[in-house]
């Protein structure tokens, strides 16, 4: 027998062991996401992968458990295993961006062909260790199963303590390790501690071995006491292929319901690395506490475990079914969560609403499979084979289930409908338990047809009166059309005399409300081009943005736009203001991730114009790193621009102190230029260039006149119009220079944007805007004045005096918005004074078509 403190000790190494495990997978997840693309196809595939190791994994180990000499020496190997087979991580990502190219050439557009070459390297990097650890649970099974008739109260403490340690392990991989120690710091934690846990394992494996004097295996469980032995054959065991398929359905249900309340929770959380986060600890914990649940159940045996495993399929069904309704009333009709909080406020805020809504369901779900064991015990299986059959069917189900969910049941019949859907899995194992059941017929037709009977009716029900999207009913808004698809939930929304485009409920991606904005993103970086003929689009949007580019003589224009729904949404009700963009040959639209599109174009292009991305959401903080600006330099032809804009209403001087940092550590020339000239709402572009490329008065004129039709307008006024949006030279500037550079392996933006949001929502920090904007202009303005700008070299003096005017403009506008009138007028003088114009330019609606909509 093993003594308690050993056995507190082993368990601590298990707990470890599942920790390890989960900072893997979210670490390799996001990894095969930035090699991949950051797509709900890329992430499916990944976590596709990662199970099948598991399910083949528990299978083989399983098998193999009950046959080795000792189980816990076993467990110790398979930890040392997976930490090396970790370790070429490191090697094969890097031999990945040396093949990879030229695998994906061969490929080419065939979608199954990548798939095809995709899945082969992700089980590459991952199935090895996902196999190795599949066998963990089972070889602790066999192990710490010193009992036959204590296989379902020992193995259920261990679905506990090793779920309950992949919680911690997926809280310290959202929250605290990138940040405490790069993520390569992170996996190389992971990869410590596996190696620590499998020393440890076998060494007290052999100290219990030499104990024992080296006699019987000690992986070989001891009969049962004669108290345990009746307990355990006062109910029969359920067929070893009805325990297989109650397995499979469940990790099925299970794992398409995670993915369905994920979405749910997209639509009303800030989608951050914090709240996915979260919202994954609290099903990870929920699972947990359904383990022990299964336990305390698996202890009173005096109930049929037939019974009671029924009772919890049942009550499954009805907490799948009602969540939608409970996800609803807990957030008041899909209200942002925690709206106006400040950072710790509002991570309770959204903790307690993910506790509310998951834990119990997930309770429910996470007792079903544990409570397998207690199913089987009468017939006296071997703890390690049967686990790992348990935990092959239990995968392989999860794989089917996640898959379903996010393929095929989201876009055909939305999240309701497909909660529902997973809902019916539950009393159809009910009824299939009752009719194998040894009942008299009658019996069993009286209880399987009501069940049976509400099973059919969660699959055709289609319930009516919940929403997908909130509506602002006082600002005159109505849905257009709704898109349920695998990466996000998208909407057409009519405002007033206007639609809008939105992501997830809460993401505008922009709208006719905003039209000078999103075709001034295009606009301003192509009027001071010379001749821009290829241009590449990172982000879509409405479609306006890149649509603008067609007013020019282009000879090809590549868009890559992440989300589909997006792109399909734009093509229908954005045609009559995106100029042609999805019928023009010379056009070609992607729905793929737009760094993976940049990183294997086969073209260099003049200008790579890459569209606001809102700096806290999960993913999107990886367009603003080292990495991902020196391959759009590498994609550049000579004389290109890289065109940055960024949302300042979304950006604190932190942040974006870190993106021009980091650009400025890529590219030799870094230079701003407004986009507008909002006071509060204003997007801003950082272009980078080579060191020799200078802006030509001449060109804007040349464009201009072309874009007008009137070869007659004059010089000076074109001069004055673009000029007046240039901000100044940051790469010259020492603006930036304090800040620290965003790196995919520390992401400072993506880590610290939405503590930075929740912050200015307290009125401990601010966006830049307003003043705080005035005063990065007046800084730019003093550190690299135009006559010493390098950029303008080519300007006389009367046109450096346009981008002054622009800059007295802008305080003219910020001014004027608090009611400072005789300032303001002061620099509307000096603006009317500089240039050409006869009066101020009228000022146009401050909607950026870009925010975030709390």
């Known amino acids: 027998m093993v003594s308690t403190?050993?056995?507190?000790?082993?368990?601590?190494?298990?707990?470890?062991?599942?920790?390890?495990?989960?900072?893997?997978?979210v670490l390799w997840v996001r990894e095969l996401g930035l090699l991949f693309g950051s797509t709900a196809q890329a992430a499916a595939l990944a976590i596709a992968v990662f199970f099948a190791g598991l399910a083949v994994g528990g299978w083989f180990?399983?098998?193999?458990?009950?046959?080795?000499?000792?189980?816990?020496?076993?467990?110790?190997?398979?930890?040392?295993?997976?930490?090396?087979?970790?370790?070429?991580?490191?090697?094969?990502?890097?031999?990945?961006?040396?093949?990879?190219?030229?695998?994906?050439?061969?490929?080419?557009?065939?979608?199954?062909?990548?798939?095809?070459?995709?899945?082969?390297?992700?089980?590459?990097?991952?199935?090895?260790?996902?196999?190795?650890?599949?066998?963990?649970?089972?070889?602790?099974?066999?192990?710490?199963?010193?009992?036959?008739?204590?296989?379902?109260?020992?193995g259920t403490a261990l679905y506990a303590l090793n779920t309950f340690g992949s919680a911690v392990g997926?809280?310290?991989?959202?929250?605290?390790l990138p940040m405490l120690l790069g993520f390569h710091g992170a996996y190389l934690l992971a990869i410590g501690i596996d190696l620590t846990v499998g020393i440890i394992a076998i060494v007290l494996a052999r100290r219990i071995l030499a104990r024992a004097g080296e006699s019987a295996p000690?992986?070989?469980?001891?009969?049962?006491?004669?108290?345990?032995?009746?307990?355990?054959?006062?109910?029969?065991?359920?067929?070893?292929?009805?325990?297989?398929?109650?397995?499979?359905?469940?990790?099925?249900?299970?794992?398409?319901?995670?993915?369905?309340?994920?979405r749910l929770f997209a639509q009303v959380l800030q989608n951050s690395v914090y709240t996915y986060a979260i919202v994954l600890v609290s099903f990870l914990v929920a699972l947990s506490l359904g383990s022990l649940m299964a336990n305390a159940l698996a202890r009173i045996q005096r109930l049929p475990p037939h019974g009671v495993l029924g009772v919890l399929l049942l009550l499954s069904a009805v907490v799948i079914a009602a969540s939608p309704w409970a996800f609803h009333a807990a957030t008041d009709g899909l209200n942002y969560v925690g709206a106006g909080a400040g950072w710790r406020e509002y991570l309770a805020a959204v903790s307690a609403t993910a506790i509310a809504v998951m834990v119990l369901p997930g309770i429910l779900l996470g007792a079903v499979l544990p409570y397998l064991l207690r199913a089987v015990e009468a017939s006296r299986p071997e703890p390690g084979r049967i686990i790992g059959q348990l935990v092959?069917?239990?995968?392989?189900?999860?794989?089917?289930?996640?898959?379903?969910?996010?393929?095929?049941?989201?876009?055909?019949?939305?999240?309701?409908?497909?909660?529902?859907?997973?809902a019916a899995v539950y009393p159809a194992l009910v009824v299939w338990?009752?009719?194998?059941?040894?009942?008299?017929?009658?019996?069993?037709?009286?209880?399987?047809?009501?069940?049976?009977?509400?099973?059919l009716a969660l699959l055709v029900w289609h319930p009516q009166g919940l929403s997908v999207s909130r509506l602002d009913p006082t600002a005159g808004e109505s849905l257009l059309d709704v898109r349920e698809g695998s990466h996000a939930t998208a909407t057409v929304v009519q405002r007033g005399d206007h639609r809008v485009l939105r992501v997830n409920n809460y993401y505008t991606l922009g709208g006719t409300t905003s039209l000078e904005s999103e075709r001034n993103r295009t606009l301003i970086p192509m009027m001071t081009h010379p001749d821009p003929r290829h241009v590449f689009y990172l982000g879509m949007g409405t479609g306006i943005t890149a649509g603008t580019s067609l007013m020019f003589p282009v000879e090809r224009v590549d868009v890559c736009e992440i989300l589909p729904e997006v792109v399909e949404l734009a093509s229908i009700h954005f045609a009559p203001w995106n100029n042609g963009l999805f019928q023009d040959e010379r056009v070609t639209v992607r729905a793929q991730d737009g760094h993976h599109c940049l990183r294997h174009a086969s073209h260099r292009y003049d200008l790579i114009i890459s569209d606001l991305f809102t700096p806290w959401k999960a993913g999107t903080g990886n367009l603003y790193t080292r990495e991902h600006y020196q391959v759009a330099r590498e994609r550049l032809a000579d004389g290109g621009l890289f065109v940055q804009w960024l949302p300042l209403y979304q950006l604190t001087e932190r942040e974006l102190g870190s993106i021009g940092r980091t650009m400025q550590e890529v590219f030799p020339q870094v230079v701003?230029?407004?986009?507008?000239?909002?006071?509060?709402?204003?997007?801003l572009a950082l272009v980078g260039t080579e060191a020799d490329v200078t802006l030509d008065p001449d060109v804007l004129v040349r464009h201009g006149r072309a874009l007008a039709?009137?070869?007659?307008?004059?010089?000076?006024?074109?001069?004055?119009?673009?000029?007046?949006?240039?901000?100044?030279?940051?790469?010259?500037?020492?603006?930036?220079?304090?800040?620290?550079?965003?790196?995919?392996?520390?992401?400072?933006?993506?880590?610290?944007?939405?503590?930075?949001?929740?912050?200015?929502?307290?009125?401990?920090?601010?966006?830049?805007?307003?003043?705080?904007?005035?005063?990065?202009?007046?800084?730019?303005?003093?550190?690299v004045p135009p006559h010493r700008d390098p950029y303008l070299s080519r300007l006389q003096q009367r046109e450096q005096g346009y981008v002054h005017a622009g800059r007295h403009y802008y305080h003219y506008r910020v001014l004027g918005r608090h009611g400072h009138e005789e300032l303001a007028g002061r620099h509307l003088d000096a603006f009317l004074r500089l240039t050409p114009f006869e009066a101020a330019p009228s000022p146009t609606p401050e909607e950026t078509g870009s925010r975030w909509e709390e």
């Open 5 to 25: 403190p050993l056995r507190w000790a082993i368990a601590a190494l298990f707990f470890l062991s599942g920790f390890a495990a989960l900072v893997y997978q």
């Open 61 to 154: 180990w399983g098998r193999m458990a009950p046959r080795v000499r000792s189980a816990l020496a076993a467990f110790g190997a398979l930890e040392v295993a997976v930490a090396l087979t970790a370790l070429g991580h490191f090697f094969l990502t890097d031999l990945y961006h040396s093949l990879y190219p030229a695998l994906y050439a061969l490929a080419g557009d065939h979608p199954v062909a990548d798939q095809a070459l995709k899945a082969g390297l992700a089980a590459v990097i991952l199935f090895p260790p996902a196999f190795l650890m599949g066998g963990t649970l089972p070889m602790m099974g066999q192990f710490m199963v010193r009992v036959v008739g204590r296989l379902s109260t020992t």
């Open 170 to 176: 997926a809280l310290a991989a959202g929250f605290a």
């Open 218 to 262: 000690s992986s070989t469980p001891s009969p049962s006491p004669a108290s345990a032995a009746a307990s355990v054959a006062r109910w029969p065991s359920l067929p070893p292929r009805m325990v297989g398929v109650i397995a499979f359905a469940s990790g099925l249900a299970t794992l398409g319901v995670e993915v369905l309340w994920t």
């Open 392 to 422: 092959a069917a239990n995968t392989s189900g999860a794989i089917v289930g996640s898959l379903a969910a996010g393929f095929v049941l989201l876009p055909w019949i939305g999240v309701t409908g497909s909660l529902l859907v997973f």
């Open 433 to 455: 338990l009752i009719w194998r059941s040894s009942a008299p017929i009658p019996w069993r037709l009286a209880g399987a047809t009501p069940l049976a009977a509400v099973c």
């Open 672 to 683: 701003a230029w407004r986009g507008d000239m909002f006071p509060t709402g204003s997007i």
């Open 709 to 783: 039709g009137n070869p007659d307008l004059p010089a000076p006024l074109l001069q004055a119009v673009s000029l007046r949006f240039y901000a100044g030279n940051v790469g010259l500037s020492e603006v930036f220079d304090d800040y620290p550079v965003n790196t995919r392996n520390r992401p400072v933006v993506e880590y610290g944007a939405p503590r930075s949001q929740r912050r200015v929502h307290t009125g401990e920090a601010r966006w830049v805007i307003g003043a705080e904007l005035g005063s990065l202009y007046e800084a730019l303005s003093r550190q």
